[in-house]
C-alpha cells in the first residue's frame, strides 16, 4: 500500500515513553517534584502510557505487514 507511518511513530513514541517512565522511576522518592501535580507521579503514568501506545503502533504494523505479505503469495 506504500509507506506505513505506524512504525516511526510507534518508536518513537516507545523510546519516549521509556526515558519518560525511567526518570518518573527514578524520581519517585522526591514528593516535592510532584506537589502540584496533587502527588501523583505523572511521568511515570505518562511514560507509562506513551510506552503502551507504541507497542501497540510497532504491534499493528507488523500485523499489517505481515498480512500484507501472505495477500502477494
Known amino acids: 500500500m506504500g509507506i506505513d507511518?505506524?512504525?516511526p511513530i510507534g518508536?518513537?513514541?516507545s523510546i519516549l515513553g521509556?526515558?519518560?517512565?525511567v526518570y518518573g522511576f527514578i524520581t519517585k522518592s522526591?514528593?516535592?517534584i510532584y506537589?502540584?501535580?496533587l502527588e501523583i507521579n505523572?511521568?511515570?503514568w505518562t511514560g507509562l502510557i506513551m510506552l503502551a501506545f507504541?507497542?501497540?503502533m510497532i504491534l499493528t504494523s507488523l500485523v499489517q505487514g505481515r498480512k500484507e505479505e501472505k495477500k502477494k503469495q
Not at 18 to 21: E, N, Q
Open 5 to 7: 507511518i505506524k512504525l
Open 11 to 13: 518508536l518513537m513514541f
Open 18 to 21: 521509556a526515558v519518560l517512565a
Open 30 to 32: 522526591s514528593p516535592e
Open 35 to 37: 506537589q502540584k501535580s
Open 42 to 44: 505523572i511521568n511515570l
Open 54 to 56: 507504541g507497542l501497540l
